[in-house]
Nanobody
Framework: VQLQASGGGLVQAGGSLRVSCAAS????????MGWFRQAPGKEREFVAA????????YYADSVTGRFTISRDNAKDTVYLQMNSLKPEDTAVYYC??????????????????WGQGTLVTVSS
């Protein structure tokens, strides 16, 4: 699976942004997908995950109620809608595929394939 993240940019605090991850490869539609982020000087952390069919989602506490993960298997794309953004959401956002499972996971080591990341900057 090859993953290409896009849609990052600069947004003011309180604003919204949607990042996308386009996938190629036959295993995407059977794979759980996740979004992670890494802020400068910090470790990569889990943000959100979704099952292979979109029927189950899982979020980090820090984004619950503000972010929504979704997928369109017909387009081989997963999305992360981010609302009520805060300066602490500033990070490079990475999408990842868990080809070994169709269920969402927050464990970084469960993911086999990674995109290149897209930068989201939230100004105060």
């Amino acid at each position: 699976v090859q993953l290409q993240a896009s849609g990052g940019g600069l947004v003011q605090a309180g604003g919204s942004l949607r990042v996308s991850c386009a996938a190629s490869g036959r295993t995407f539609r059977r794979s759980a997908m996740g979004w992670f982020r890494q802020a400068p000087g910090k470790e990569r952390e889990f943000v959100a995950a979704i099952s292979w069919d979109g029927g189950s989602t899982y979020y980090a506490d820090s984004v619950t109620g503000r972010f929504t993960i979704s997928r369109d298997n017909a387009k081989d794309t997963v999305y992360l809608q981010m609302n009520s953004l805060k300066p602490e959401d500033t990070a490079v956002y990475y999408c990842a595929a868990d080809a070994g499972s169709g269920l969402p996971s927050g464990r970084i080591n469960d993911y086999d394939y990674w995109g290149q990341g897209t930068l989201v900057t939230v100004s105060s």
